[in-house]
């Protein structure tokens, strides 16, 4: 939110020499983030005067109109004569009072102006537009002042056009509702400062009629618990917007539109009530206020056709929905101008959950919208309902009707009982309970004990003892976010001051190191990056497109997902239940940005409901939770197992003057998920690879993984649908791997050293194609023995001389003794017996035997 401290001191008395460094450091000390502060004044240097237009000649010739000016500019240029200024705007005419800036200024963005010659004339200085003062975005024409001003020809132009002011941009946190105003911002400026404060919420206004401003009919009240309308009738359609007002929406980022629609914005900004403005007689007999039925449509302010849900709050008359309720109106009844000449405003209170849910469904985060969310005060409709009124008849003519709308279902805000002591035991700075009463009623509350009124002595009875002292405080209504003694308690120590708790660290434990947990996923991590893999980290959300596209559980009954009953995309409601949908969008979105050898992995949790389980239990916050509790919520909440998983595509092997990359294929998939077990602590001899079929890996280039016989996880080369649907290359390869379904990490012995020399021996083996190599590779490893070191597969051939369904596996074994040098005789019988093993187990044979 941008807002000006001229606009801010309207509301309250700060000094008039406070210090912007003051200022910024008061609203971080109330615990309201300053993104930016501008300081308008010094964002054009040099001379910017008023002048005014005395000659205007048209020059022709060229593509695009030009004016050859003089401007009256005074004394600032030094002359007195009338400056010779090159224009191509025409929204001026001689005797209009322009903004002029003379040579040796500079205009924001670091735009030098000078003198020089161009279209055949001398031009020293610029006629400036909004936008190229950094006021607006309007670049249509020139700025023209009014001609009722009081500013002269010479004089400085930055008071004149709201260039002598400091702006700051905050950032309001989502529970901070009421500080996305004016109001807002100077009710917590007066409890820093200690000044008064002049509250726009509490202006009078008159109340509701017997008879309505217009027929209306809230059908929802729980999404709508309050609605107020007035009408005004003969307003000028083509009456301007006022200067100084559209200055004030435009520093805070809002451009003008039309008198009306101005007014509405201009009203949120000072009262943080959003309102809308329907031209009347646009619309068709009386308006009713209820749930969209599934499909109805609706053209909003932006031009987009909408269809609406079941959920969504709409406005409708005889023809239907004319406003998406709370965040945009529609086409069908907006203020035209130029045509529009009777004008209803309406100011309402809806559920800020609804206004949520439907601003993020159609991706509408309107100013409005904004504020709905955070929660806006109920009682101020009225209030803003006659400022928006006078405004408009004040600057643009027309005659309120004597009739207001007003339908109120609003409730009143529940008690909260509050400790006295509570504040002092929870943040451990002594807060005396006529202090908390204080600080209280700043923020608005109403504060009682029982039936009687704290006094405000520190000493006086029942008061010094706080612990015996119950509060009932009753929050006031712009403050919706206070709803529990813990709010109270963050209000008193906000507005005490948080430089007043101490920074005490607590004393460190004896640190027993990294749980064997976390030394398994920095194992993971590191073996995966030395493989030229790079991490990333997905968010966890997918959408139920993406899950049947890899064939991955989405939210029916048949393949359970959790879905989000609050999502941050209406478009991503699931929680994933695998880490291969969101990293196959991260590496297509790399390839979609040049790159094209990749390797990405992720380490993080996937969510498995647990079906049946039922609802969580309630529990508040005035308690911890029982140990039952505990493990009644613990059984409801999704089983978010640690996955790892990676995807590769391209060249493994850059290609270069050395010759050819190579690509990477289903193979190195696997071996990289025996890589991450070996890194996690799983020797080899744990560790089988058969081939499986499991979506969404091809059904022939699949491996399962298994640890102790229990799948662990799959790898290869991706679906070919997969692949065409994702838009990836061809022979896309991935793996994934459960990390915490493999057991504890044993403690692994120091390895024996052998000071002695291998013996080295190929043997080529020759089984059916079903046969895995893996369980070739372990029948030799069996009948071995001890004496044998290694055995690694690298020759896998098949051909018409071994028959057909049959290859061939070459291994090469490695023996070696730890205690003397291998006779050829202890290595060929080491090896036969490897060979019989493997025989009698898989009917292996020795190739050329």
């Known amino acids: 939110m941008r807002v000006s401290v001229s606009w801010l001191r309207e509301y309250v008395d700060l000094p008039a020499d406070l210090p912007t460094g003051d200022l910024e450091q008061a609203l971080v000390d109330l615990g309201i983030e300053v993104e930016s502060v501008v300081d308008l004044r010094e964002s054009v240097t040099g001379q910017l005067v008023v002048g005014e237009v005395r000659e205007i000649e048209e020059l022709t010739g060229f593509k695009k109109p030009i004016r050859f000016c003089r401007v009256d500019v005074g004394a600032a240029n030094g002359t007195g004569e009338p400056q010779e200024i090159v224009c191509g705007a025409r929204n001026f005419a001689v005797g209009d009072r322009v903004v002029v800036i003379l040579p040796g200024g500079v205009l924001p963005g670091g735009f ?5 010659k161009t279209y055949g004339h001398n031009s020293a200085g610029m006629i400036c537009s909004a936008k190229e003062l950094g006021l607006g975005d309007d670049h249509s024409g020139i700025i023209v002042l009014p001609p009722d001003g009081s500013a002269k020809p010479g004089d400085d132009a930055r008071p004149v056009v709201g260039l002598d002011d400091v702006v700051f941009e905050l950032e309001i946190t989502p ?33 509701g009629t017997p008879t309505p401003a217009y027929p209306v009919e809230v059908r929802d009240t729980v999404g709508c618990d309050r609605y107020t309308a007035r009408l005004v009738r003969g307003v000028d359609p083509n009456a301007p917007t006022p200067s100084w007002m559209a200055q004030r929406l435009v520093t805070a980022g809002i451009r003008s539109i039309s008198l009306p629609v101005d007014i509405t914005n201009y009203v949120m900004l000072e009262l943080g009530q959003p309102m809308h403005a329907f031209d009347a007689d646009r619309i068709a007999g009386p308006l009713v206020v209820r749930r969209a039925e599934a499909g109805e449509k609706l053209t909003t302010l932006d031009g987009v056709n909408r269809v609406l849900t079941a959920d969504d709050m709409v406005i409708c008359d005889d023809t239907g929905p004319i406003s998406l309720a709370a965040v945009m109106g529609g086409e069908t009844s907006e203020v035209d101008t130029g045509v529009t000449t009777n004008v209803l405003f309406e100011a309402a209170h809806w559920d800020p959950a609804m206004v949520g849910r439907t601003a993020r469904r159609h991706k509408l985060f309107s100013e409005a919208a904004k504020r709905w969310e955070r929660g806006v005060d109920p009682a101020v409709a009225l209030v803003a309902l006659e400022r928006a009124v006078r405004l408009l008849t004040e600057h643009g003519g027309g005659t309120p009707s004597a009739e207001i709308l007003d339908i109120d279902h609003v409730r009143p805000r529940t008690p909260i009982t509050l400790p006295a002591d509570l504040p002092t035991r929870r943040v451990g700075v002594e807060y005396p309970p006529a202090r908390v009463v204080a600080l209280l009623e700043r923020v608005g509350c109403t504060v009682a004990q029982g039936a009687d009124r704290l006094s405000e002595d520190p000493g006086a009875v029942g008061v010094a003892s706080g612990a015996q002292v119950a509060l009932s405080v009753t929050p006031p209504t712009w403050r919706p976010d206070l709803t529990d003694p813990a709010d109270l308690v963050e209000e008193v120590v906000r507005l005490d001051g948080y430089d007043r708790v101490p920074s005490v660290l607590p004393t460190a434990p004896p640190g027993r190191g990294l749980t064997p947990r976390q030394r398994r996923r920095r194992a993971v991590a590191n073996s995966l990056a030395e493989r030229g893999y790079v991490e990333v980290l997905a968010h966890p959300f997918v959408s139920p497109e993406l899950a049947d596209q890899l064939g991955l559980p989405t939210d029916d009954s048949r393949r359970p997902a959790v879905r989000l009953a609050n999502p941050l995309s209406e478009e991503e409601p699931l929680l994933r239940t695998t880490l291969l949908g969101p990293l196959l969008g991260i590496l297509k979105r790399n390839l979609g940005r040049g790159h094209r050898d990749l390797a990405l992995y992720e380490i993080g949790a996937v969510f498995h409901p647990r079906l049946g389980a039922g609802s969580p239990p309630a529990m508040g916050v005035d308690r911890r939770p029982t140990d039952a509790e505990f493990a009644a919520a613990d059984a409801v909440v999704p089983a978010q197992p640690v996955h790892v998983a990676a995807v590769l595509t391209g060249d493994l092997d850059p290609a270069g003057w050395w010759g050819a990359g190579r690509p990477a294929g289903w193979a190195d998939a696997i071996e990289t998920a025996r890589d991450v077990l070996d890194a996690a602590g799983v020797t080899g001899e744990r560790v089988e690879v058969r081939a499986a079929e499991y979506a969404p890996w091809h059904p022939g280039r699949c491996a399962e993984v298994r640890v102790d016989d229990a799948v662990i996880g799959h790898a290869g080369e991706l679906h070919p649908t997969v692949v065409a649907a994702l838009e990836l290359p061809r022979r896309t390869c991935a793996l994934e791997l459960d990390l915490d379904a493999l057991p504890p990490t044993p403690v692994t012995p120091a390895p024996t050293v052998s000071g002695f020399p ?20 372990r029948a030799l490893e069996a009948g071995a023995g001890e004496l044998l070191e290694d055995v690694r597969l690298f020759d896998v051939y098949s051909g018409a001389q071994l028959g057909e369904g049959r290859r061939s596996l070459a291994y090469k074994l490695t023996f070696r003794a730890p205690d003397r040098t291998l006779t050829v005789e202890e290595a060929v019988a080491a090896r036969d017996a490897a060979v019989a093993v493997a025989a009698e187990r898989l009917g292996a044979t020795l190739r050329g035997a």
Not at 112 to 116: D, P
Not at 188 to 200: N, R
Not at 764 to 773: F, H, N, R
């Open 112 to 116: 030098a102006i000078g003198a020089r």
């Open 175 to 207: 529970d901070r509702g009421y500080a996305l105003s004016l109001r807002g911002l100077a009710r917590e400026l007066s409890h820093a400062f200690d000044v008064p404060l002049h509250d726009p919420g509490m202006a009078p206004a008159p109340g």
């Open 758 to 777: 291998p013996a080295l021996i190929d043997v080529a083996l020759v089984v059916d194609d079903s046969v895995p190599a893996e369980q070739v590779r």
